[in-house]
Nanobody, 114 residues
Framework: VQLVESGGGLVQAGGSLRLSCSAPEDIFSGNEMGWYRQAPGKRRELVARITGGGRPIYGDVVKGRFTISRDGAKNTVFLQMSSLKLEDAAVYYC?????????WGRGTQVTVSS
């Protein structure tokens, strides 16, 4: 399963970024997808997930600041990140649950500067 992530980069605190994750159509369709992140020395944690039906689930640390969405025409999941904080800096991984397994993208780095 190939998940293609894009959109990471360097942003100032308080700024915004949008991450994208594209999946093959048979993987994207109907499956729950989302984003996790991992900062150096920390455990990987949930950022946001979205069900096949479009219901979002957010990690506590990003509620109210990040928005997850999915576009069936593009087989893509988006993560709109706003009001970024220094502690949001991490590698962000795309995730999909398919055929009773977790699949991960390679990750995209998000760096937040003061």
């Amino acid at each position: 399963v190939q998940l293609v992530e894009s959109g990471g980069g360097l942003v100032q605190a308080g700024g915004s970024l949008r991450l994208s994750c594209s999946a093959p159509e048979d993987i994207f369709s109907g499956n729950e997808m989302g984003w996790y992140r991992q900062a150096p020395g920390k455990r990987r944690e949930l950022v946001a997930r979205i069900t096949g039906g479009g219901r979002p689930i957010y990690g506590d640390v990003v509620k109210g600041r990040f928005t997850i969405s999915r576009d069936g025409a593009k087989n893509t999941v988006f993560l709109q990140m706003s009001s970024l904080k220094l502690e949001d800096a991490a590698v962000y991984y795309c995730w999909v649950y398919h055929h009773y397994r977790d699949y991960w993208g390679r990750g995209t780095q998000v760096t937040v500067s003061s």
